[in-house]
């Protein structure tokens, strides 16, 4: 178990994990009052146009870290979504009036089983858990979220890939009209990005559809968004419309936009400087102006669970 040193722990902290216990709390007596909604914790049991419906009694992963969460508020406030505009409060501003249901996600590529789903048929299959990762942003800050989500590995088994798949890709929605920030050419819409299948089969990768036991706010990338806490954030895409099992590496968002300073792989690592600032510190959101920057773990500080993926690997070259 990781014990915090005192030192480590800052009244931020503490403050924000008594307000996400009181919101677990919260969060119940709502399931309590309306049951009619919730019958356990399978997403079908979420009425379809039901915005910001509770998401309770959710198994918390043992993958799940025991650092406190940032509060509810950072999580959805201080967010990159380019589709709704590239200020860190401009997502929560503009992507009110998004609605994401009805939702369709499409299967393709060199897969058994390949379709287009509605999301609730889509996720219904998988067991809904907690988990609770910290986020590294390339941009060197980070933050601690309760996600609620299903396994990436459970969906990739279920659709069954064959021998000749051998990445992943994911698509955003592409919507100019519903998505006001795809008007502009800031990236090559639509927003995409890739895992290879042995990244998508571990363990750790989650495609959620909540955050604080809530259904997903729009902000953070309604209603599904992966989330790979190894990687820089960038890698987790929101508001996912299309999986793509492909042969060769997809191209992804962020190195089309600059292949320089984003490559495919972008897991975490203290060690590889962004060509502009250094990786080594990241600015944990929440916990003051004046605190000091935390050191950066290599990988996230998920690296049992993911190094040997990376064997033989140059993780300079391959960033
Ligand atoms: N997905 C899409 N479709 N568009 C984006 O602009 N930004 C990425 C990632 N997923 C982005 C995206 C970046 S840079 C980060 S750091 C995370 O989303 C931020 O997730 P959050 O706002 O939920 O914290």
Avoid at 65 to 75: C, L, M, R
Wanted: net charge neutral; proline share 7%; with cysteine.
């Amino acid at each position: 178990m990781l014990i915090q040193k005192p030192a480590d722990i800052r009244p931020s902290e503490i403050t924000s994990k008594e307000n996400y216990l009181n919101r677990r709390d919260f969060i119940r007596a709502g399931s309590i009052a309306g049951a009619s909604v919730l019958a356990g914790p399978a997403l079908g049991a979420i009425v379809p146009d039901q915005q910001r419906a509770r998401l309770a009694d959710v198994a918390r992963s043992e993958f799940s870290t025991i650092e406190a969460p940032n509060d509810y508020e950072d999580v959805t406030t201080y967010n990159n979504f380019y589709e709704f505009g590239t200020g860190k409060d401009d997502p929560h501003q503009n992507a009110q009036d998004f609605d994401p249901r009805p939702w369709s996600i499409t299967v393709a590529g060199h897969a058994e089983k390949t379709g287009t789903f509605h999301f609730e048929d889509f996720i219904r299959l998988f067991d809904l858990e907690e988990r609770i990762y910290r986020m590294r942003c390339v941009e060197a800050w980070s933050m601690v979220i309760p996600w609620v989500g299903i396994s990436l590995a459970d969906v990739v088994k279920h659709y069954q890939p064959t021998s000749k798949a051998r990445y992943v890709a994911f698509e955003t929605l592409h919507d100019p009209v519903r998505m006001p920030g795809q008007r502009r050419r800031v990236l090559d819409w639509p927003y995409r990005e890739g895992l290879t299948i042995a990244e998508a089969m571990n363990p750790l990768p989650i495609l959620a559809v909540g955050v604080y036991g809530e259904t997903m706010p729009n902000q953070n990338g309604a209603p599904i968004r992966l989330v790979v806490p190894w990687k820089y954030g960038f890698k987790g895409i929101k508001s996912i419309v299309r999986i793509n099992f492909v042969e060769k590496q997809p191209q992804t968002s962020w190195n089309m936009a600059a292949a320089r300073e984003y490559g495919f792989y972008a897991n975490v690592n203290p060690e590889v400087d962004h060509p502009r600032w250094s990786q080594a510190r990241e600015r944990r959101i929440g916990a003051g102006l004046f605190a000091a920057r935390q050191p950066t773990l290599m990988f996230n500080g998920y690296g049992e669970q993911v190094a040997h993926l990376y064997s033989g690997l140059d993780l300079r070259k391959n960033y």
